[in-house]
């Protein structure tokens, strides 16, 4: 199994920057690839920043792009988010994801999320 939790949230004023960070714990199951998804008040949880494990190579959604970056330790304990130039828009629940693919199909394993706002 694989345990997440996550920490940084809080409350910033835009342009301000939070780095989020995620504790990875567990054994016995090869993650793939470690994700960042939000989820805003009445939207779906989208995915926004995604590191891979294998190779370190990254990938960002369009508006996040420039302004956000995801990163690791070199023991895969830890995953962060670095974000800056923060908008009231990206005011969100943010989730670590660990995901793996198996023989039967990919598997996540979620974070509590941590809350962030954006505003002055």
């Known amino acids: 199994q694989v345990r997440l939790v996550e920490s940084g949230g809080g409350l910033v004023q835009p342009g301000g920057s939070l780095r989020l960070s995620c504790a990875v714990s567990?054994?016995?199951?090869?993650?793939?690839?470690m994700h960042w998804y939000r989820q805003a008040p009445g939207k779906q949880r989208e995915s926004i920043a995604s590191?891979?494990?294998?190779?370190?190579?990254?990938s960002y959604v369009d508006f996040v792009e420039g302004r956000f970056t995801i990163s690791r330790d070199n023991a895969g304990s830890m995953v962060y988010l670095q974000m800056n130039n923060l908008r009231p828009e990206d005011t969100a629940v943010y989730y670590c994801?660990?995901?793996?693919?198996?023989?039967?199909?990919?598997?996540?394993?979620w974070g509590q999320g941590t809350q962030v706002t954006v505003s002055s």
């Open positions: 994801n660990a995901r793996s693919y198996t023989d039967y199909g990919p598997r996540d394993y």
């Open positions: 590191i891979w494990t294998n190779n370190g190579r990254t």
């Open positions: 567990g054994s016995g199951v090869r993650i793939d690839a």
